[in-house]
């Protein structure tokens, strides 16, 4: 069987056919395509901001949470001995090895772990002879060389001038962030393995701490420049304790208290920069002596307590989850509780690192995650913000288009129903002619001459129920007040009403307490009591009763109308006012009504100031009740 169509247009058809196939299934589906887009990009623009270097603020906030971290008790197993400007003016001058060598001897006679002096003990002045007692004691002793460049090839080759060429040697070279992290020459990390050979301070600590003797056992130890590191835990200025120089030398104090301790012996004289540190706590130049860092590096590893720096992969999922969390927020939030919602989230991160950094001594990286906040924010925003503008306008122009046609409408409805007011008056004055003239008329002729005249009468107050909304769409209901007995008011329109009434054999009653005259619009009231009295008869069975009722209740005129009627449910009270609302029991009916009328009532009565409400219960009747102030 051949085909109909040529091969081209069958195959052009095909490929329409797919792509709105393809379309159909992109409307079904568009917004979790949406939301996969969002969380796509997001997470594009997370790993390109994991990827912008920020030691150097990341420095700064791993400083500050070292300055908000509550003080911890050090090891004790550290003390330190200073001599300082005091000292000089004591001995006088600086110590010399006669002075050493004492001081040397009462640490000793008290069984420390080990002596360590910070400075190269082979400078210091004093006679061969009391030079070489003191190398002499010293030689099984520990002394620091403190170099500052961790990239020096002779470790464990260096040796001291005579007489000290035989006092042991231990690298302990400490680094300055100089040329790594935060670049500000501040002391944060301290070298534990390099070519092969172990700092001084791991030596030491281990003495105390034998974990530490195991590279992987030593919290938080990363490689940088082909050496061993961690980070340096450290205690605020004056943690350890201190001994001063000359007065162990002056036998003032009881050196008992070295026993089994590390010792570290060196000067605060506040002369040279080079002797003192930056620390995260100070960044001052003589903020930590050279002495109190070695000490902080020792207890770092006796207590094995260095930060732990979080894998590169949490810092990571972080800022996926904070971009996602912030393009989200940008695209679907209002500006105002999106803003809060991201200040809040920031908060709670910091917090969270903050909590992760102490007690547990966690470090998590948080400049990346605090940028993706910033950066998705104000890269999507203006995405928003075009979003908004193609939606205004097209609102604007639905809202114009909607306006245009309303307005049309209302001049419409305005107009055929004055229009129609003519002939309907006609009507009305033919059916009286007839009804009132000289010939008689048959039963079957006089019911339908009322049955017309009814049916006008009908159609006349639904033409002016139209011309009222008219009105009061277009805000042209004015208040005209006279002084009335709303007593009077409601007789009238009882009256009025009996006819109606007595077609349904229902009872109507008025129960009319004195009142004063107030200020009422009477054409607008008497409109509001009609339709309440009039729907009353409307919805209740025949042979039951409508009680209308007048009061004056704290400076305030009350009229009810209560119907034994077939009641209006519970969940329908609250829109009974709207416009063209029918209650469900009301469209079951065979009354027929537009759903404007309660819709006025209610207007009207706000323009006096008052209000209007309903009681109901399906099956038990309604109660309507009107409320006007006394003055107005």
């Given at each position: 069987?051949?085909?109909?169509?040529?091969?081209?247009?069958l195959d052009a058809f095909l490929r329409v056919s797919r792509v709105a196939s393809l379309l159909r299934h992109w409307r079904t589906h568009e917004k979790s395509y949406n939301a996969l887009?969002?969380?796509?990009?997001?997470?594009?623009?997370?790993?390109?901001?994991?990827?912008?270097?920020?030691?150097?603020?990341?420095?700064?906030?791993?400083?500050?949470?070292?300055?908000?971290?509550?003080?911890?008790?050090?090891s004790g197993a550290v003390e330190m001995v200073l001599f300082d400007p005091t000292t000089m003016a004591q001995l006088p001058g600086l110590p010399k090895a006669a002075a050493h060598l004492k001081v040397a001897q009462q640490i000793l006679e008290s069984e420390p772990l080990a002596i360590v002096y910070t400075f190269d003990v082979s400078k210091v002045e004093g006679s061969s002879d009391e030079k070489s007692a003191l190398a002499e004691l010293l030689k099984n002793q520990i002394f620091v060389i403190a170099d500052e460049d961790p990239d020096f090839t002779s470790v464990g080759k260096e040796k001291l001038n005579n007489p000290f060429k035989e006092t042991a040697i231990s690298p302990a070279p400490f680094t300055r962030d100089n040329k790594f992290g935060?670049?500000?020459?501040?002391?944060?990390?301290?070298?534990?393995?390099?070519?092969?050979?172990?700092?001084?301070h791991q030596m030491l600590a281990a003495k105390i701490n034998p974990e530490v003797n195991d590279l992987s056992k030593i919290r938080g130890h990363f490689e940088l420049y082909q050496a061993e590191q961690t980070n340096v835990d450290f205690h605020r200025k004056g943690s350890f304790q201190t001994s001063k120089f000359e007065n162990i030398f002056n036998h003032a104090m009881d050196t008992t208290r070295f026993k089994g301790k590390i010792v570290l012996i060196g000067d605060d004289l506040n002369e040279d920069s080079k002797r003192y540190i930056l620390t995260p706590y100070d960044r001052s130049v003589n903020a930590m002596t050279l002495t109190e860092m070695h000490a902080n590096m020792i207890d770092t590893l006796i207590r094995n307590s260095a930060p732990v720096k979080a894998p590169a992969w949490v810092n990571l999922l972080f800022t996926i989850l904070i971009s996602v969390l912030t393009v989200h927020v940008v695209l679907t939030v209002k500006p105002g509780r999106g803003i809060l919602i991201l200040l809040t989230t920031a908060a709670i991160f910091v917090f969270a690192c903050y909590i992760a950094f102490w007690p547990f001594g966690v470090l998590i990286g948080m400049i990346h995650p605090m940028l993706a906040i910033f950066l998705c924010y104000y890269f999507f925003i203006p995405y928003r913000l075009i979003i908004e503008n193609r939606r205004s306008w097209e609102y604007f122009q639905k809202h114009k288009l909607l306006s245009e046609v309303e307005t049309l409408k209302t001049n419409f409805i305005g107009m055929m129903s004055h229009d129609l007011k003519t002939p309907l008056a006609r009507i009305q004055g033919m059916t009286e002619i007839i009804a009132r003239g000289t010939t008689p008329l048959s039963a079957p002729q006089s019911e339908a001459l009322d049955t017309?005249?009814?049916?006008?009468?009908?159609?006349?107050?639904?033409?002016?129920?139209?011309?009222?909304?008219?009105k009061i769409e277009s805000q042209g209901v004015e208040l005209h007040l006279q002084s009335c007995d709303i007593n009077e008011l409601v007789k009238d329109v009882v009256k009025k009403s009996e006819f109606l009434?007595?077609?349904?054999?229902?009872?109507l009653l008025a129960e009319l307490e004195p009142l004063f005259t107030i200020r009422i619009d009477p054409e607008l009231m008497k409109q509001v009591l009609s339709n309440l009295i009039e729907n009353a008869i409307k919805y209740s069975p025949e042979n039951s009763k409508v009680l209308v009722t007048t009061d004056e209740i704290e400076g305030k005129i009350v009229v009810q109308v209560a119907d034994q009627g077939i009641g209006i449910p519970v969940d329908e009270l609250p829109n009974i006012f709207m416009k063209f609302f029918r209650s469900n029991n009301a469209k079951s009916s065979p009354i027929k009504g537009s759903g404007l009328g309660l819709y006025l009532a209610k207007y009207f009565v706000e323009l006096h100031?008052?209000?209007?409400?309903?009681?109901s219960s399906p099956g038990q009747g309604s109660t309507f009740t009107v409320e006007l102030p006394l003055l107005n």
């Open positions: 069987m051949r085909n109909l169509l040529p091969p081209a247009v887009i969002r969380f796509s990009l997001a997470t594009l623009l997370a790993v390109l901001i994991s990827r912008v270097s920020a030691d150097s603020i990341e420095a700064y906030f791993y400083d500050l949470r070292i300055w908000l971290k509550p003080p911890v008790a050090t935060g670049k500000d020459g501040v002391t944060r990390r301290q070298m534990l393995y390099y070519h092969n050979t172990w700092m001084l017309v005249k009814q049916s006008a009468e009908d159609l006349t107050r639904f033409i002016s129920t139209i011309l009222n909304y008219a009434a007595k077609l349904k054999h229902i009872q100031q008052g209000t209007i409400s309903c009681e």
